[in-house]
């Protein structure tokens, strides 16, 4: 079992930055990928990005290249998402989830852990 914990969705103007955070707790955090979802209202959680184990290889979505940044440190269990020129389409639900496999690191169907979310509202 692993338990996810998001935190620092907030409110911010566009243009603005943030940072999430998802705290693991539980067995062998360093084990699984990780991942950034984001779900809008009346919408499917969609993938923004993804973390391996050792931070070898990360993914992103087309949106979010050049504009997010993932990371993780397995010391403190933690994974990251700062967001920079944020815009009003940005606004959703964001959530943190683990994985044990590569090869469906976009779909979130294939993760089997997830935190609560954060809300993340950007105003124009």
């Known amino acids: 079992q692993v338990q996810l914990v998001e935190s620092g969705g907030g409110l911010v103007q566009a243009g603005g930055s943030l940072r999430l955070s998802c705290a693991a707790s539980?067995?062998?955090?360093?084990?699984?990928?990780m991942g950034w979802f984001r779900q809008a209202p009346g919408k499917e959680r969609g993938f923004v990005a993804a973390?391996?184990?050792?931070?070898?290889?990360?993914y992103y979505a087309d949106f979010a290249e050049g504009r997010f940044t993932i990371s993780r440190d397995n010391a403190k269990n933690t994974v990251y998402l700062q967001m920079n020129s944020l815009k009003p389409e940005d606004t959703a639900v964001y959530y943190c989830?683990?994985?044990?496999?590569?090869?469906?690191?976009?779909?979130?169907?294939?993760?089997?852990?997830w935190g609560q979310g954060t809300q993340v509202t950007v105003s124009a």
């Open positions: 539980g067995r062998a955090f360093s084990s699984y990928i």
């Open positions: 973390i391996s184990r050792s931070s070898g290889s990360i």
């Open positions: 989830g683990a994985t044990p496999t590569t090869s469906m690191l976009r779909l979130a169907t294939y993760y089997n852990y």
